[in-house]
């Protein structure tokens, strides 16, 4: 059997400036608002041709599944199957994003996957038309396939770009759990939980405005996060205390993204860290605009 690997693509992190949870739908879904960016801490997603019409999938990580239940896998298979594509597929992850941390590797991995097929296959399929596709297979999905800074609305499946946020540092920390996004959708009472100001989140992003970013992000699930797992809430304050300008939780949690124009200051917050979580990075944003 002829195994060519043809292409790579990195599939980044993000993290959240702010999430915000308007209303619960009829569908099931939370209609939510929130602005992600990608972040230079990536999977590695290399792809394989091979002869025969089906997919294999494999990854170093214990805790990812090597089969169908691979986000990877459903993302090639339902990419073969809208396209009517006869052909076969090797997907090899190599996962440096932690799993079940709230940074959406499953996503990245996801998109990392359509972007690489269509091009390796010479589908055509367009940006905006692989967004919209892409939404079928997760709310962070759509995001993942266009990178860089958006504001996502709908369930996440609607994308509006946004300028990236000024040059910066971010430490990322995750504490030694990991939480699914379902299991804290269910717990928000939208009587109480509090709104961050995405409009204001968005005024710095068009200002530049460093310290109006740090002021205004903010994430609503912190509300249903924090009392359960008050770790992740000892982090965000940890950060606060060491010298980060802005910290919350991406996604559902548990990681906690703390914000800094200075890498004296990261590192600060990052050895005031270290001991308490045995998972903690120093990153860049990843714009390649
Ligand atoms: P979510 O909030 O949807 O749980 P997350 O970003 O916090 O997302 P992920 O690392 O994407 O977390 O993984 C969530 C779950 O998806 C885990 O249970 C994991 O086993 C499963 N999974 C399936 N495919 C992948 C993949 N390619 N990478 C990581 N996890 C995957």
């Excluded at 939370?30 to 972040?39: A, K, N, Q």
């Excluded at 972007?115 to 962070?140: P, T």
């Excluded at 499946?157 to 300028?163: A, D, W």
């Excluded at 990991?178 to 709104?195: A, Y």
Aim: proline share 5%; with cysteine.
């Amino acid at each position: 059997m002829g195994v060519e690997m043809v292409l790579f693509e990195r599939a980044p992190a993000k993290i959240n400036l702010s999430l915000d949870v308007l209303g619960k739908r009829e569908d099931g879904f939370h209609e939510v608002e929130m602005i992600m960016t990608s972040v230079d801490l990536a999977d590695r997603v290399e792809l394989y041709d091979i002869n025969d019409d089906k997919i294999e999938v494999s990854t170093d990580n214990q805790y990812v599944p090597n089969d169908e239940g691979n986000l990877a896998y459903k993302a090639a298979l339902a990419f073969k199957n809208t396209y009517r594509l006869h052909r076969g597929i090797r997907i090899n992850i190599q996962k440096n994003i932690p799993v079940s941390a709230g940074l959406g590797g499953g996503s990245s991995d996801a998109a990392a996957v359509l972007r690489g097929l269509n091009r390796m296959w010479s589908v055509g399929v367009s940006q905006a038309e692989l967004v919209e596709f892409s939404s079928e297979l997760g709310s962070d999905v759509p995001f993942c396939i266009t990178g860089n800074t958006a504001l996502g609305t709908g369930h996440g499946e609607k994308i509006r770009t946004l300028p990236s946020p000024p040059p910066c540092y971010i430490v990322l920390a995750k504490p030694d759990i990991g939480i699914s996004t379902r299991h804290i959708f269910p717990r928000v009472n939208m009587d109480t939980i509090p709104h961050p100001d995405t409009e204001a989140v968005i005024q710095s992003l068009e200002e530049k405005d460093f310290d109006k970013l740090c002021q205004h992000s903010g994430n609503a699930l912190e509300d249903v996060t924090f009392p359960l797992y008050p770790e992740v809430k000892q982090i965000r304050d940890k950060m606060l205390e060491t010298g980060a300008s802005g910290a919350l939780m991406s996604g559902s949690g548990p990681t906690v993204a703390g914000l800094t124009r200075h890498f004296s200051k990261a590192k600060r917050i990052y050895n005031g860290l270290r001991g308490f979580c045995n998972e903690v990075y120093i990153v860049q944003l990843l714009d390649r605009r």
